[in-house]
């Protein structure tokens, strides 16, 4: 083989190694993110904390590949960023932020982590998607088990704090729809696109969404900081979104959307532990058992979950 004809070959593996480096920067940067959204709502509004952190991390990225000469994408692909800004910026973590004003950052992140059932679900029902299988259906079933058992007290609590609570479990509800939306579309269309262009115009978009929702709510005289929420934001706009946000588009253009969607496993572990040490959140059977039926629900859909595949297939998919 001439080295014109293993070039290729070479740079698919550095783009696969680097996808599963970046993989990896989200399974741990986004588990503390949760924490980092709770501190910034102590004096930031909802809308305002999305809006500040993705156009100044879009802002910065898309100066950053500017400044390196790369083009970003052109007006053509504009309309689709729109959307993929809205459903997963907009929509997805717009819904996390608002749920954590009354639902604590661990348990939002264990809610969060059924992201893969909706992932599974809207993929079943996409065309050319994969059809969802009776065993795949049975791990939602045990991974929903698992929410319920985490909510369903302050669900039934009654008063102005469980009706609260139960609109943060329908926002980050919501959230998980629109991500699961976003990143089937954007594994569809915007494969051929600069990872880190895309990223930063979706960012831009998204924050512009967060924005107008932020004006329209009047939250700009409210704005306020102090040293915990400001550093809190500054930590959101950085590591949350310059770098997490990046390192997701560019894992989910180069690895297989089943293998992406495990940093679900890892984020609430991280959320939950840095929740209960540094803000005193709730740490009681509930929140060990439901993490656990979660991630049971995702084992399986994940090795069962396409109609027709025989275990071991399901099983080398999930590992791919």
């Given at each position: 083989?001439?080295?014109?004809?293993?070039?290729?070959?070479?740079?698919?593996?550095?783009?696969?190694?680097?996808?599963y480096?970046?993989?990896?920067?989200?399974?741990?940067?986004?588990?503390?993110?949760?924490?980092?959204?709770?501190?910034?709502l102590?004096?930031?509004?909802?809308?305002?904390?999305?809006?500040?952190?993705?156009?100044?991390?879009?802002?910065?990225?898309?100066?950053?590949?500017?400044?390196?000469?790369?083009?970003?994408?052109?007006?053509?692909?504009?309309?689709?960023?729109?959307?993929?800004?809205?459903?997963?910026?907009?929509?997805?973590?717009g819904?996390?932020?608002?749920?954590?004003?009354?639902?604590?950052?661990?348990?939002?992140?264990?809610?969060?982590?059924?992201?893969?059932?909706?992932?599974?679900?809207?993929?079943?029902?996409?065309?050319?998607?994969?059809?969802?299988s009776?065993?795949?259906?049975?791990?939602?079933?045990?991974g929903?088990?698992?929410?319920?058992?985490?909510?369903?007290?302050?669900?039934?609590?009654?008063?102005?704090?469980g009706?609260?609570?139960?609109?943060?479990?329908?926002?980050?509800?919501?959230?998980?729809?629109?991500?699961?939306?976003?990143?089937?579309?954007?594994?569809?269309?915007?494969?051929e696109?600069?990872?880190?262009?895309?990223?930063?115009?979706?960012?831009?978009?998204?924050?512009?969404?967060?924005?107008?929702?932020?004006?329209?709510?009047?939250?700009?005289?409210?704005?306020?900081?102090?040293?915990?929420?400001?550093?809190?934001?500054?930590?959101?706009?950085?590591?949350?979104?310059?770098?997490?946000?990046?390192?997701?588009?560019?894992?989910?253009?180069?690895?297989?959307?089943s293998?992406?969607?495990?940093?679900?496993?890892?984020?609430?572990?991280?959320?939950?532990?840095?929740?209960?040490?540094?803000?005193?959140?709730?740490?009681?059977?509930?929140?060990?058992?439901?993490?656990?039926?979660?991630?049971?629900?995702?084992?399986?859909?994940?090795?069962?979950?396409?109609a027709?595949?025989?275990?071991?297939?399901?099983?080398?998919?999930?590992?791919?």
């Amino acid at each position: 083989m001439t080295p014109r004809e293993g070039a290729p070959s070479t740079k698919v593996t550095d783009h696969v190694r680097l996808a599963y480096f970046a993989w990896i920067t989200v399974c741990l940067l986004w588990g503390t993110t949760y924490l980092g959204i709770r501190v910034a709502l102590e004096t930031i509004p909802p809308a305002s904390v999305g809006a500040l952190r993705y156009l100044a991390a879009g802002g910065a990225l898309a100066v950053i590949l500017l400044l390196r000469g790369e083009r970003l994408p052109g007006p053509r692909h504009w309309w689709g960023l729109t959307l993929l800004g809205f459903l997963m910026i907009g929509m997805g973590n717009g819904g996390v932020i608002w749920a954590e004003q009354w639902v604590p950052s661990g348990v939002a992140a264990v809610v969060v982590a059924c992201s893969p059932f909706w992932m599974a679900g809207i993929e079943s029902v996409l065309p050319k998607g994969e059809r969802l299988s009776f065993r795949g259906a049975i791990g939602l079933v045990i991974g929903f088990l698992g929410i319920l058992v985490l909510v369903w007290p302050d669900l039934t609590r009654g008063g102005d704090r469980g009706r609260l609570f139960a609109i943060g479990v329908v926002a980050l509800q919501l959230a998980c729809i629109g991500w699961a939306l976003g990143s089937a579309y954007s594994r569809r269309h915007a494969r051929e696109e600069n990872a880190l262009g895309t990223a930063a115009m979706q960012m831009l978009f998204g924050g512009l969404i967060m924005a107008i929702a932020a004006t329209l709510r009047g939250e700009w005289t409210h704005l306020t900081f102090t040293w915990r929420s400001g550093a809190a934001e500054l930590y959101l706009i950085v590591l949350g979104s310059l770098v997490g946000y990046s390192a997701y588009v560019y894992a989910l253009k180069h690895l297989p959307l089943s293998t992406v969607s495990l940093y679900a496993y890892v984020n609430p572990v991280i959320a939950v532990v840095l929740g209960t040490l540094m803000l005193g959140e709730p740490f009681g059977w509930r929140v060990v058992v439901a993490p656990l039926l979660v991630f049971a629900g995702i084992a399986v859909v994940k090795m069962y979950g396409g109609a027709g595949r025989s275990p071991r297939a399901a099983k080398a998919q999930a590992a791919a």
